[in-house]
């Protein structure tokens, strides 16, 4: 691996909203459309010997905090803020964040760490983001704002940008673009994308998001920021009003072909509406936690834990859909569980 400290190194970019100067901490923020693989790059990150003091401040849209539970295995510092998207309404909630950071790290009352990455919500807007590093003081004393990543995932973009107005403004703000699963994409449709997201963003270098997992190294070196190109004075539709958000929880442990079964019938049903599920599962026979993702239709290997990383073991998912309510898909489990002769 050559110099994976500059993943995070505190070199400054060209052009800077809040140029980094003596004592500032360096920020990165993560951005991409829900299931791009913004978590997957940041645990690759952190597990790195030069990952170890960094604090990540983890915004997510759900009602239940997913990826900060996982982030946690990797990093002493973790902050959860808000369930929602940081945009115009909820940025005081990173700002809070930041500041509350700041404070501790000087108190001491946190682990010592070098700089701070964010991970924002799928569906954040990261113009107003990006913003208040400027306009927020005492966000602008402590921190300077390194970089915009922007995740894309090869297999669903074309069908993301058609839904979502975020994954553009996601990809034109971004310093660096990089693709994730392009090792289950076909390879004609990478080749367009490409040429897509190039013609969106000319400036920002697009990168295989395996390659940079692999040796982050070439990841934030030397690029200018963007500066916003709008401004949030206007009110702007909240985006999760887009989305059904919601969690659904279980006591009972379920039989691991029962859950396939019933995530293949939502998949299969409305996997087009189905943007994002992701969770723990408690599964029979299974000391820890199973960990599950499904993005539209695709559903990743699922990953076992060795123990449950907090209170008493039961089910929990976060379910992101595009008009699908809580009782909709609560219905769904109840038929395929009565079908197993099983209660809900
Ligand atoms: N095959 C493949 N799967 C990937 C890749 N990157 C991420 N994934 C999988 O995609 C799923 C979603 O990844 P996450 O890292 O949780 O995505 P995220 O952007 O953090 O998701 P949200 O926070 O819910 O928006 C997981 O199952 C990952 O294992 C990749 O490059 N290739």
Known sequence: MRDPAALFGSRPFGRALSRPGAGRIPVTVVTGFLGAGKTTLIRAALAHPSGARTAV?????????????????????????????????????????????????????VPPFDRVVVETSGVSEPGPLIQSFATDRTVATHYALEGLVTV????????????????????????RILLSKTDIAAPGVVADLRLHLAALNPEAPILDAAEMRADPTALFSGRALKRAPFHCDAPTAPADSLYD??????????????????????????????????????????????????????????????AWPEGTPRTRLVFITRGLGR??????????????????
Request: aromatic share 6%; hydrophobic share 50%.
């Open 57 to 109: 401040i983890v915004n997510e849209f759900g009602e239940a905090g997913i990826d900060d539970v996982l982030l946690r295995t990797s990093s002493e510092q973790v902050a959860l803020i808000g369930n929602g998207c940081i945009c115009c309404a909820a940025k005081t909630d990173l700002h809070r964040a930041l500041r509350n950071l700041a404070a501790e790290r000087e108190t001491g009352l």
């Open 152 to 175: 894309v995932d090869a297999v669903l973009a074309a069908r993301t940008r058609e839904m979502a107005p975020t994954f553009t403004e996601q990809v034109v703000l971004a310093d």
């Open 245 to 306: 958000t919601f969690s659904l929880e279980f006591d009972a442990p379920f039989d691991w072909p029962v859950f396939t079964r019933i995530m293949d019938t939502l998949t299969g049903l409305r996997g087009d509406d189905l943007l994002r599920v992701k969770g723990f599962v408690q599964v029979s026979g299974c000391p820890g936690p199973v960990v599950v993702h499904y993005v539209q239709h695709l559903s990743a290997p699922p990953e076992e834990l060795t």
């Open 327 to 344: 009782a909709r898909i609560a219905a769904v489990f109840a038929a395929v569980l009565a079908l197993a002769g099983l209660a809900p």
